[in-house]
């Protein structure tokens, strides 16, 4: 059962073609019509984007089990014809299908911090629906059944279905993840950061932060150096003898000097300082909870970013402030080793998938084929994916190359292809971007990663390109697989008190009363069993989860 929704307060019931079932039907209590709908029969929603209609829908205390995202899933159509990057909004949708201009997509709207004041139902940073200048229940129909046929021409139309319903999944969790929050105790986030930094100060950075200055500027003999200016601190090394290319950390490890240690040391407190000190506590944590705005696909590679919050790049000092509620506890499950047991199931090398078979895919690996020597054998298949080729990764790789040799050349042919400005995709069929990564202009929180695929590097050289889409192909599917799983478990806890409150990476968190751990745990080891078998059927390549019951998300291992 379909059913579109027209943010004006309309409902049209579909056929499975997408062409409408009945008469638009007038909803003056849209939330409550979708309430009532959704207890009768749990239809599939279709609508313009998730993230402008179910958080209002949430706040209205209404949850639905299953929709189909217009925008999310025009983004992957659009990219899937080497168009990616192009307006995916449902009026853009609409008017390439009518050959008529497209429109540019709304700037992203603007992080709004947790309680803040919610204007009417659905009013969005969106032009609202009646300045739209079309009738939305007719273009979401349209644009629905178009979409439609061009799932069934993709590449291997199947797996571009569930690539779909599970990114439409991943934003109803991300919307729930959001709405839930994370809970975080602002009294303890206050203790860890008198701790650390001393007490807050009426103007001006904390005591320790000053003694730092002070610090670092004896030092290297100067007065007046500010250590948060990268510039300013070569051009101090510089003066002192040392030649350093910029302030990165392992950049500053290299050079003996008493600066270092005190610069290191304020690097890191300033940055936690900055991005999740006190003022990001005001702004962020209302009434015990951490509520970010979570981006489902937000990154290249399909994983998530966030607009605001910086939900994931939360430093593990800080997280020591995330503690469960009283009678519940975090049952956190991360993936083990996912991206190389990834390259074994979609490359078919049966060899590397009888090692993935095993606990400890780099011990079987090394007792394999490098005469025991698990270090060297997690070299050369890293090696292998990120495109490193020097050093130690030499012989390495060589010998990765004549025992594997079925994976190996899976990414080394995602590797020419990026070269020859080609288009390389993930198992389930999301497609590779052009060479300038576009998250730096969707207003979204970085990612963290740097080096992966989701980073800048492209454009600078058809090689850089070739190191893009080598771990393109690796990064994007195990993005698909941590995505099912989070969609299994979403459906496996309905009927539960358990929440989704984190989901980073290939990392889920979730927040249960104590006496629900055990069934919780089993949920999250059968959805990534399930996760396995949906993407890639019935391969011998295990997908093991480290699942931890904790008070505290920092003890996490």
């Known amino acids: 059962m379909l059913v579109a929704v027209s943010p004006d307060g309309r409902l049209q019931d579909l056929r499975a073609d997408g062409s409408p079932a009945g008469p638009p039907r007038p909803a003056p209590d849209l939330a409550a019509a979708i309430a009532e709908r959704e207890a009768a029969d749990q239809p599939r929603w279709v609508w313009p984007a998730t993230a402008e209609i179910y958080p209002v829908l949430l706040r209205a205390g209404v949850r639905v089990a299953r929709c189909h995202d217009l925008e999310l899933t025009e983004a992957l159509l659009q990219g899937h014809a080497g168009?990616?990057?192009?307006?995916?909004?449902?009026?853009?949708?609409?008017?390439?299908?009518?050959?008529?201009?497209?429109?540019?997509?709304?700037?992203?709207?603007?992080?709004?911090?947790?309680g803040f004041a919610q204007g009417a139902l659905f009013e969005t940073g969106?032009?609202?629906?009646?300045?739209?200048?079309?009738?939305?229940?007719?273009?979401?129909?349209?644009?629905?059944?178009d979409q439609l046929s061009r799932m069934?021409?993709?590449?291997?139309?199947?797996?571009?279905?569930?690539?779909?319903?599970?990114?439409?999944?991943?934003?109803?969790?991300?919307?729930?993840?959001?709405?839930?929050?994370?809970?975080?105790?602002?009294?303890?986030?206050?203790?860890?950061?008198?701790?650390?930094?001393?007490?807050?100060?009426?103007?001006?950075?904390?005591?320790?932060?000053?003694?730092?200055?002070?610090?670092?500027?004896?030092?290297?003999?100067?007065r007046g150096l500010h250590p948060d200016s990268p510039a300013e601190v070569v051009r101090a090394f510089a003066r002192n003898g040392v030649d350093i290319p910029n302030t990165r950390a392992w950049v500053?490890?290299?050079?003996?000097?008493?600066?270092?240690?005190?610069?290191?040391?304020?690097?890191?407190?300033?940055?936690?300082?900055?991005?999740?000190g006190w003022a990001w506590c005001d702004a962020w944590v209302r009434d015990g909870r951490f509520r970010p705005e979570f981006?489902?696909?937000?990154?290249?590679?399909?994983?998530?970013?966030?607009?605001?919050?910086?939900?994931?790049?939360?430093?593990?000092?800080?997280?020591?402030?995330?503690?469960?509620?009283?009678?519940?506890?975090?049952?956190?499950?991360?993936?083990?080793?996912?991206?190389?047991?990834v390259l074994a199931?979609?490359?078919?090398?049966?060899?590397?998938?009888?090692?993935?078979?095993?606990?400890?895919?780099?011990?079987?690996?090394?007792?394999?084929?490098?005469?025991?020597?698990?270090?060297?054998?997690?070299?050369?298949?890293?090696?292998?994916?990120?495109?490193?080729?020097?050093?130690?990764?030499?012989?390495?790789l060589a010998v990765l190359r004549k025992h594997y040799p079925v994976?190996?050349?899976?990414?080394?042919?995602?590797?020419?292809?990026?070269?020859?400005?080609?288009?390389?995709?993930?198992?389930?069929?999301?497609?590779?971007?052009?060479?300038?990564?576009?998250?730096?202009?969707?207003?979204?929180?970085?990612?963290?990663?740097?080096?992966?695929?989701?980073?800048?590097?492209?454009?600078?050289?058809?090689?850089?390109?070739?190191?893009f889409t080598r771990n393109f192909v690796v990064q994007a599917t195990a993005a698909e697989w941590a995505l099912v799983l989070l969609a299994?478990?979403?459906?496996?806890?309905?009927?539960?008190?358990?929440?989704?409150?984190?989901?980073?990476?290939?990392?889920?968190?979730?927040h249960c009363p104590e006496e629900e751990t055990a069934a919780v745990s089993e949920a999250v080891r059968a959805a990534a069993t399930q996760a396995g078998r949906l993407l890639f059927g019935q391969t011998s390549v295990r997908f093991p989860l480290d699942v931890s019951v904790i008070g505290a998300y920092a003890d996490a291992k």
């Open 488 to 510: 299994t478990l979403r459906t496996a806890l309905e009927g539960s008190k358990a929440e989704l409150v984190l989901f980073v990476h290939d990392e889920v968190v979730v």
């Open 407 to 467: 994976a190996f050349e899976f990414v080394e042919a995602a590797a020419r292809t990026g070269e020859a400005g080609g288009l390389v995709r993930s198992w389930l069929g999301r497609t590779c971007p052009p060479a300038a990564a576009a998250w730096r202009d969707a207003g979204l929180d970085p990612p963290d990663e740097a080096g992966s695929a989701e980073s800048p590097q492209g454009g600078a050289s058809g090689r850089a390109r070739g190191r």
């Open 83 to 114: 168009w990616w990057g192009a307006p995916r909004s449902l009026a853009a949708a609409r008017a390439r299908l009518r050959g008529l201009p497209v429109p540019a997509d709304a700037p992203p709207r603007q992080p709004e911090p947790p």
């Open 126 to 145: 969106s032009a609202p629906p009646a300045a739209a200048g079309f009738d939305v229940l007719e273009a979401i129909h349209e644009v629905y059944a």
């Open 252 to 276: 500053l490890k290299r050079v003996d000097h008493p600066a270092v240690r005190p610069l290191l040391e304020y690097k890191e407190l300033y940055r936690i300082w900055t991005a999740h």
């Open 152 to 222: 069934s021409g993709a590449e291997h139309p199947g797996r571009f279905r569930l690539l779909v319903a599970a990114e439409s999944a991943g934003a109803l969790v991300g919307a729930e993840m959001g709405h839930a929050g994370l809970p975080w105790r602002a009294d303890v986030h206050d203790e860890l950061l008198r701790e650390l930094l001393g007490p807050p100060q009426p103007v001006g950075p904390p005591r320790r932060l000053a003694e730092l200055t002070a610090e670092i500027n004896d030092a290297l003999g100067l």
């Open 345 to 396: 199931a979609v490359s078919g090398d049966r060899r590397l998938a009888a090692a993935a078979a095993a606990g400890d895919l780099y011990a079987a690996l090394a007792t394999d084929s490098f005469d025991g020597d698990r270090a060297k054998a997690k070299v050369a298949l890293l090696g292998a994916m990120y495109g490193q080729t020097g050093g130690a990764a030499i012989p390495a």
């Open 295 to 341: 981006v489902p696909g937000g990154v290249v590679s399909g994983r998530w970013a966030t607009r605001g919050g910086g939900a994931l790049q939360v430093p593990k000092v800080v997280r020591r402030a995330v503690i469960a509620d009283p009678g519940w506890r975090f049952v956190v499950a991360d993936a083990g080793q996912l991206e190389p047991r």
